[in-house]
């Protein structure tokens, strides 16, 4: 079966730039999360969702980054006013309850100049 | 503070020798903990997982060593084979919080022949 997507791919944004990432996650997954992975790092948390709500919000850096999942399925993560620090791999991971393996898409390579 | 810590950034391994990875974590209310392997361009992908009600689990070549007193884990390959050469990510969470996983650094496995 489809495992997660995410798009785009590959973003390059000007630095102040809005930008959205989507991501698609395995189909019946009512769990769904946000991570950023810098260079040299292990993926960091920054929102957890529950069906259509974040339950965990906790690992959003600043007001700047908001994530939506309207109909508990496709979720959007938006940054506005991108920074150069915003630079990042965006992994989105999907599982089958809020407990145990969570799946990975390949990501966003995101590059703010 | 990083809450899990993979002190080795790189390893080597002869084919058909055993591969240690090793994971160290300081927060006591993690109670599950997963491996992930990611090769470039891909999400990481789940390998293995541990309970902390248990000591050792075992897949095929992989098994996963947790000592709770010295708050250690260690993943076994054996035996190594190129294939296995990527990323490998230990991650740790809560099934109180049901939600995120803290990623340790990564180590490089890379398998010679």
């Known amino acids: 079966g489809a495992g997660v997507s995410q798009t785009p791919s590959n973003k390059v944004t000007e630095k102040g730039k809005y930008v959205e990432l989507r991501c698609d996650p395995i189909?019946?997954?009512?769990?769904l999360y946000w991570y950023r992975q810098s260079l040299g790092q292990g993926p960091e948390f920054l929102i957890y969702?529950?069906?259509?709500?974040?339950?965990?919000d906790s690992g959003l850096p600043n007001d700047r980054f908001f994530a939506v999942r309207p109909e508990g399925s496709v979720s959007t993560l938006k940054i506005q006013r991108t920074e150069r620090g915003d630079s990042a791999v965006y992994l989105c991971?999907?599982?089958?309850?809020?407990?145990?393996?969570?799946?990975f898409g390949p990501g966003t390579r995101l590059t703010v100049l | 503070d990083q809450q899990v810590k993979q002190n080795s950034p790189s390893l080597s391994v002869q084919e058909g020798r055993i591969s240690i990875l090793n994971c160290d974590y300081t927060?006591?209310?993690?109670?599950?903990f997963l491996w992930y392997k990611k090769y470039p361009a891909e999400g990481p992908t789940f390998l293995i997982s541990?309970?902390?009600?248990?000591d050792k689990n075992e897949d095929g070549r992989f098994t996963v060593f947790l000592n709770k007193s010295a708050k250690h884990l260690s993943l076994h390959i054996v035996p190594s084979q190129p294939g296995d050469s990527a990323v490998y990510f230990c991650?740790?969470?809560?099934?109180?919080?049901?939600?995120?996983?803290?990623f340790g650094t990564g180590t490089r496995l890379q398998v010679t022949l």
């Open positions: 541990i309970s902390s009600i248990k």
């Open positions: 969702f529950q069906g259509t709500g974040a339950a965990d």
């Open positions: 927060n006591s209310m993690f109670d599950y």
């Open positions: 189909s019946g997954h009512t769990a």
């Open positions: 991971a999907s599982g089958p309850a809020g407990v145990g393996e969570q799946f």
């Open positions: 991650a740790a969470g809560n099934t109180g919080t049901a939600s995120k996983l803290t």
